[in-house]
């Protein structure tokens, strides 16, 4: 074991322990410290055994173990924990010295603290980590942002703890200035929201409509995984309806009830404050919140009724429309989630690598697949792409997708099965491809009652006017607010 260790990690909850083991399975060596140090011992006397992993008793013997410029990565619970950990190591650090933040961290605070350090001549990378418990510790995906000057400190063991793709580049590179990081990372949560949700959505309309059994879906969801849906949601998925419990699916035996940590909440609201419409993400956190109303939907379901359920036609077909709405909608979600980095690139001064992000999502990450080199294929022809829906990959298999998808979302319409992530998908589709929206008849009455004014079809963009509707409203118009 070296003298010094190359990095120490603070935070022995089951995500610090396997990236400890995971650095030291690349050859580092690593500080592991808790602020239960009983953690520290158990954690030496057990996985950690005969490894290049040293232990800690104090913020002193931490930093004391360090080679300089020193390493530090804080896994501990996002928010006030973060805070009061960066303000114990302050006292003890050197200038160019590096705290690390690997939690799941809303990017603001990840903004402030790199100002912070920085102003006290440390670094500070805000980085997302995902793949969960198995990818810390055999590879998850990294995206690392903060202090630029940072990053070739801890490159080589970002990159070489990442999880590699078929041509072994690591899923793993800066991603940008600040927040940019823990922004990325809050997107990718949002669009694990989205494709969870549709997922789900895909499940009960074959589950309620089609009258499927977990066997059944186990081996359509197995098929799918074979194909352009390839990815480790749809895995999982067909493992979860395989698994069996005194030989009954224990998938029927689960509440209900969906929980979530926060991350694709923000991810909905700094799309509202950005003006861009992430409609399906936002359909997605909403329908966790309205599967927390267990009780309440119960009590509904026994005094409101909806139509009789009820599917006529070719059940093999139906599935491969149900598989077309579900590869579309998910076109549409990542979509979406590239307006939205495109756009806080544009509102915090990031220069995020659109294709780049896609390879870092490409392995180790929880929405890892096979349709992410599109993306980067789809970026790498056209950096300044606005839209993935206007690439022709993407444009041309949505456009062949959509038959099969009006058909399920008509289906789940009329048979009263909620369907909202795919339903949303398919309206912003045809949204965006709108040439013409109401929205004239929507700025009339904004200018009728508000006299917030509007631009006109026959005058140039800019331009902006009032009219007195009724004759009493006057000439004076209101200001105006753009998102």
């Not at 690997?102 to 805000?126: Q, V």
């Not at 940590?261 to 950005?274: H, M, N, P, Q, S």
């Not at 003006?275 to 936002?282: V, Y």
């Amino acid at each position: 074991m070296k003298q010094l260790s190359d990095i120490g990690l603070v935070g022995l909850a089951v995500m610090g322990e396997n990236l400890i083991l995971n650095m030291a399975s690349k050859g580092y060596t690593v500080t592991a410290y808790n602020r239960t140090t009983d953690k520290v011992d158990n954690f030496l006397a057990g996985r950690a055994q005969g490894k290049t992993i040293r232990g800690a008793h104090s913020i002193e013997e931490l930093v004391a173990s360090l080679a300089k410029p020193r390493k530090i990565m804080l896994m501990v619970k996002a928010g006030q924990p973060v805070d009061d950990f960066i303000e114990q190591l302050i006292p003890h650090l050197e200038a160019g010295d590096i705290i690390i933040d690997g939690g799941n961290t809303h990017f603001p605070d990840t903004d402030r603290r790199t100002a912070y350090l920085e102003s006290k001549g440390l670094l500070f990378i805000g980085t997302g980590v995902s793949g969960g418990e198995e990818g810390a510790l055999i590879g998850p995906s990294i995206m690392p942002g903060g202090s630029p000057a940072a990053w070739p400190f801890v490159k080589e063991i970002f990159q070489g703890i990442s999880a590699k793709v078929d041509d072994g580049s690591p899923c793993c590179d800066w991603v940008g200035e600040g927040g940019a990081g823990h922004f990325v990372k809050m997107v990718h949560n949002g669009i694990e929201y989205g494709d969870m949700q549709l997922i789900c959505e895909a499940y009960q309309i074959m589950k309620d409509l089609l009258g499927m059994s977990a066997d059944e879906m186990h081996q359509v969801f197995a098929d799918w995984n074979e194909g352009e849906l390839n990815s480790y949601l749809v895995e999982i998925t067909r493992d979860i309806l395989g698994y069996k419990e005194n030989g009954e699916p224990l998938v029927d035996k689960i509440l209900d009830t969906a929980g979530q940590k926060g991350t694709g909440k923000w991810t909905g609201v700094i799309a509202l404050d950005l003006g861009i419409p992430l409609t399906l993400i936002s359909e997605a956190v909403f329908a966790r919140c309205l599967s927390a109303q267990k009780e309440e939907r119960v009590a509904a379901s026994k005094v409101i009724s909806g139509p009789t359920v009820k599917f006529e036609g070719d059940k093999k077909a139906f599935i491969n429309d149900i598989r077309n709405a579900l590869f579309a909608s998910k076109i549409i979600s990542y979509a979406q989630g590239y307006l939205l980095m495109r756009e806080a690139g544009k509102e915090y001064g990031w220069h995020l690598n659109y294709g780049g992000i896609a390879l870092m999502w490409r392995g180790g990450c929880i929405i890892r697949s096979s349709f992410l080199g599109k993306i980067k294929d789809a970026f790498d022809k056209n950096p300044e792409l606005s839209n993935l829906l206007l690439d022709d990959y993407f444009k041309d298999t949505v456009q062949a997708a959509q038959a099969g998808w009006r058909r399920v979302t008509a289906a789940a319409i009329v048979n009263g099965i909620p369907a909202p992530s795919i339903t949303s998908a398919l309206n912003y589709f045809d949204g965006y491809r709108t040439a013409r929206l109401p929205a004239n008849l929507l700025q009339a009455q904004r200018d009728y009652f508000g006299a917030h004014t509007y631009e006109r079809t026959d005058k140039p963009r800019g331009e902006f006017f009032h009219t007195n509707w009724t004759g009493r409203g006057g000439n004076t118009s209101s200001s105006t607010y753009n998102v």
